[in-house]
């Protein structure tokens, strides 16, 4: 029997979201002015989604420590700001290692639902 990870927001309730509600859960802290969101899984990985609201950073670890590894638009121009973590700090990235934000979701989604990048998505090992 397949038994599929579960995940939970950090900071939010306990109780696992699903792919079918993890979408809602993040637009709903981006719009409360919550641009970083962890999550950690029933496994021990954890994936982080951080947005300027445009484009989101989502990383992927297997472990504590891990370098993880990350969404890419390869070839994107320029670079943008506006990524706030929880601590106050304001981060910019080159944004061939951030993807527009619908895109972001959808991999969220996917990871959440199967454990996995879409077979479609851009990503690299930073390990």
């Known amino acids: 029997m397949l ?5 939970v927001i950090n900071d939010d309730s306990p109780v696992p979201v699903s792919s079918a509600v993890v979408l809602e859960a993040l637009r709903s802290r981006v719009d409360s002015g919550r641009l970083e969101t962890w999550l ?4 021990g990985r954890s994936m982080i989604f951080v947005t300027n609201t445009e484009r989101a950073m989502v990383m992927l670890l297997e472990e504590e420590g891990d370098p993880g590894e990350h969404a890419v638009d390869p070839g994107a ?11 106050g700090q304001d981060d910019e990235y080159p944004d061939e290692d951030t993807v527009p934000i ?15 990048w879409p077979t ?4 690299v090992v930073d390990r």
């Open 120 to 123: 479609d998505a851009r990503w």
């Open 40 to 43: 950690t899984s029933s496994s």
């Open 3 to 7: 038994v599929i990870e579960s995940w």
């Open 77 to 87: 121009p320029g670079s943008s700001d506006g990524f706030v973590l929880s601590n």
């Open 102 to 116: 619908h895109e972001a979701l959808r991999l969220v989604e996917q990871i959440v639902g199967t454990g996995s």
